[in-house]
């Protein structure tokens, strides 16, 4: 299971660091939404569903936490603390995500609008999803 991180280009000088992602350039795919989260409650752990055609860039742009990725077949977790730095999550991946710290934001880039539609949500049919895929 290869995990894809961007390192994006920082424009810093004395005032400080400055990162610009176009589509195209930094990002694999058009950026039709970007939300985030931020004043994530201690011990929670969100996400917990796979999208069928959605993909992701996940940036925690202050703070740290960490993300599970699972493909039906290997699970790694990664610390995301760099706000120069992208996960890229594809479609098929079911994700958790957790221990943020107080001041975690994390920010996502998605490549589609909200659709309920494209979400798995139970693990079980993730699982005979991926399975079906191979
Ligand atoms: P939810 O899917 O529970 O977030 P997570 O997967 O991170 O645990 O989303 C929380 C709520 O926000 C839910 O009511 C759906 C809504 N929502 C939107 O309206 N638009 C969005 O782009 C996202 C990601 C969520």
């Known amino acids: 299971m290869k995990i894809v991180k961007y390192q994006f280009q920082q424009h810093g000088d004395s005032r400080g660091e400055l990162v610009s992602l176009e589509e195209k350039n930094d990002i694999p795919f058009k950026i039709k939404r970007v939300y985030y989260m931020y ?10 569903h796979a999208h069928k055609s959605l993909k992701q860039i996940m ?13 039906g077949k290997e699970k790694k977790i990664i610390y995301m603390e760099t706000p120069y730095e992208g996960l890229y ?17 994390l920010m996502v880039l998605a490549s589609e609008i909200y ?9 079980d049919e993730f699982l005979k999803y991926v399975g079906e895929k191979k």
């Open 89 to 105: 999550v594809p479609n098929n991946y079911w994700r958790e995500m957790y221990d943020f710290s107080d001041d975690a934001v």
């Open 115 to 123: 659709n309920e539609e494209d979400y798995i949500r139970d693990y």
């Open 59 to 71: 940036i925690c742009v202050h703070g740290s936490c960490k993300v599970l990725l699972d493909n």
């Open 39 to 48: 004043k994530t409650a201690e011990g929670v752990r969100r996400g917990f």
